[in-house]
């Protein structure tokens, strides 16, 4: 019997959930399976799927040794369904059922809300795989290459998170979602993907760092708020999901992080103390600062935009029903049900940006981004100790959230990433400076060459403080020759 915490391998789909056991829901998994594998092939990583890389791959959800590692072709990877363990009377943390069992079968009344909440995160898994499938071609490193290749993995196993959920719980509705994840695709002009900032384009290695902070630590946020739904086996599922989505904002977070340190060691080398001498600073090979400040607001901007209205009926259904609760729910002292508290929210009136005290249940959005920002705060911190330990005079900061919004209270306004409101001619004006131009995207491009020796990194980004799995420096990430 599976102790639902190891891994079982012995079928096609790894899983903890004692599948042998589950014949409808395993076929309907099997026969999605091959429809998967083809759409990895096509819209999964191009090229080096037949290369041996070292991945991790998850053998059991004890935080103490989940993972191992080895080599592996990334359409052999064992691609699993894993639930954290099942916590032994775990009840609602919030909401209307506060305190009522949680649900192992899911409520007929919020069937529809549960549904489209499960889509809604399935979506964006396969699209950022779909985003980022030109990048093994311009790695800066096999280090890179591999850390890519783990993120897309991953983002890959859960996709299957998801539609296990779907299958399990919603029948035929869920089996027709499976098939839908796999056929949107990002960027499509007839069949998009659900949500704005997946149906980006990924051109670079600049960009993929700063979507693996951005945007996959939205995804952190939208897990944290999922962890702790009424509704257990997707608590179970996101609980799981999290540990793996540390790793691709560390890939993130450091791979800007390295970029800076880089650039600051080449103008220390070079004598160059001003940040803004941006002709200098390109013509050694690294990328500027004030470029990477504009890569933050584009990249948060959009990111912000994912956590959609800030005053949302949507939001507070979710919540009053014990779908999805707050950030980190089990740690906030108040009575977890919010009738009658009131939150403030920031919109723009007459001109000028204000604060408004609304009502709490209907603000969970406002509330969710502001623990976005908040958490997001401390990686440029980080960057910015990069740049005062290496004496640049230089400083990162992230945008106001009123800054280049489409979606919210500040789609109808333009504002500066100081968060002053412009109108539409200083906008258009100005916007250059806040925001990467054509000129940023063909010199970022023009580096993006790639680098196969084992050891050996980029010009533009300096190689990183450790390997992975404690490998040493000239580990061979991906073997591009024997596989
Ligand atoms: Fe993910
Ligand atoms: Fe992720």
Redesign the pocket.
């Known amino acids: 019997m599976p102790d639902g915490m190891t891994v079982d391998y012995s079928g096609l789909i790894p899983n903890n959930i004692d599948l042998n056991a589950d014949a409808r829901v395993r076929k309907a998994l099997e026969t999605w399976h091959p429809g998967y594998i083809d759409w990895w092939k096509a819209m999964g990583p191009e090229g080096f799927q037949s290369n041996l890389v070292y991945l991790r791959t998850a053998v059991g959800v004890d935080p103490a040794g989940w993972a191992k590692f080895g080599f592996v072709k990334m359409p052999d990877y064992k691609w699993g369904i894993l639930l954290a363990p099942a916590v032994e009377g775990r009840t609602i943390p919030f909401g209307a059922h506060k305190g009522e069992l949680a649900w192992q079968e899911v409520p007929g009344e919020y069937r529809a809300m549960l549904r489209r909440l499960l889509v809604i995160q399935g979506d964006t898994e396969p699209a950022?795989v779909e985003q980022q499938r030109h990048l093994g071609a311009t790695a800066p490193s096999l280090y890179d290459m591999r850390n890519l290749f783990q993120?897309n993995v991953?983002?890959g196993r859960?996709l299957w998170a998801m539609v296990y959920l779907l299958q399990k719980y919603f029948g035929r509705d869920g089996r027709e979602e499976a098939e839908e994840l796999l056929r949107r695709r990002s960027g499509d002009a007839d069949s998009p993907r659900m949500l704005g900032a997946f149906n980006e384009v990924t051109p670079d290695w600049l960009s993929f760092f700063m979507f693996?902070t951005f945007t996959?630590r939205d995804?952190k946020m939208q897990l944290a708020a999922l962890a702790q739904s009424g509704f257990d086996p997707l608590s179970r599922t996101c609980r799981f999901m999290l540990t793996?989505?540390a790793h691709?904002m560390f890939v993130g977070e450091t791979g800007v992080g390295r970029i800076i340190e880089r650039t600051c060691q080449a103008m220390r080398e070079a004598g160059i103390e001003d940040p803004h001498d941006v002709d200098a600073v390109r013509a050694l090979g690294v990328i500027d600062l004030p470029m990477i400040q504009r890569k933050i607001n584009l990249h948060a901007s959009l990111t912000l935009d994912l956590f959609g209205n800030e005053i949302s009926t949507n939001a507070a259904n979710a919540f009053n029903s014990g779908l999805k609760g707050r950030y980190r729910e089990d740690k906030l002292t108040d009575d977890h049900r919010l009738a009658g508290d009131t939150y403030p929210v920031l919109r723009p009136r007459d001109g000028v940006i204000v604060s408004e005290d609304l009502a709490a249940l209907s603000s969970l959005n406002m509330r969710l981004r502001d623990d976005f920002v908040a958490d997001a705060s401390g990686g440029v911190g980080r960057w910015n100790r990069i740049m005062e330990k290496a004496g640049v005079a230089f400083r990162l900061h992230l945008p106001h959230v009123a800054f280049n919004r489409r979606i919210g209270e500040f789609a109808s306004i333009h504002a500066d990433p100081e968060g002053t409101v412009l109108d539409a001619a200083m906008w258009e004006h100005r916007r250059s400076a806040f925001l990467p131009s054509a000129e940023d995207g063909a010199f970022i491009q023009g580096l993006m060459r790639p680098v196969h020796e084992t050891g050996g990194f980029a010009s533009w980004i300096a190689p990183p403080k450790a390997g992975i799995d404690g490998k040493p420096g000239d580990f061979e990430y991906v073997r591009l020759h024997d596989s």
């Open positions: 950022s993120v991953e983002e859960h693996t996959d995804g793996e989505e691709h």
